[in-house]
């Protein structure tokens, strides 16, 4: 894969179609609080209500194609400093690079955009080697693992949380 054919950009209601074959896929919603999109119908509503009003989710793109997302969720008052940053894709492009790609792409952005944001969080159950692959090779700290932490889709799971910090990205400076 040249990674130059990956973008992030925000849904559309265009990429209903697109966005249903990958997030009507049990495979690639398991690990993430999704219900698994069951429809056309269903896309566009979820497009319209969920995803283009998100703070900020940006359709992961293989030639601008939806391919998968990457979200990031700031919190506010005391917890301004810090943003959870979630993401997943298309089954028939794992192990391909991308996701990582699209975090890289996604983590400067992101502190751009909510000069607040001083801290990027994500947790990956501790089952997930491949989402935590990702956020290692995307520059992320593994801080340690939260036990019996959180539900995933009915299953009490350990998770292992990981930090990126604005100051990570040109530590020298
Ligand atoms: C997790 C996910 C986003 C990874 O996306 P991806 O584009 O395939 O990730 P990358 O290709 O950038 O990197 C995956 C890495 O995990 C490794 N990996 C994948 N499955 C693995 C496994 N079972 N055991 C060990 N390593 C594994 C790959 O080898 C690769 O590492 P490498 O480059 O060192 O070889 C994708 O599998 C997905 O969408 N899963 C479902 C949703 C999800 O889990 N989201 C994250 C919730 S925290």
Known sequence: ????????RPFRLSDADDLLLWAGDD?????IRWKTLA??????TF????CIPHPWRRSICVDDLSKGFVSVFPGSGDERCRADIG???AVEYWGQGITTEALKLAVPQVFKDFPEVLRLQ???AAENIASQRVLEKAGFLKEGTLRKYSYLKGNLCDLVVYSFLSTDINPSV
């Open 39 to 44: 429809s056309k119908e269903e896309a566009l």
């Open 122 to 124: 994500a947790y990956a």
């Open 1 to 8: 894969m040249d990674l130059s054919r990956i973008t992030l």
């Open 87 to 89: 993401y997943a894709l």
């Open 47 to 50: 497009i319209g209500e969920v």
């Open 27 to 31: 495979r690639v919603t398991r690990s």
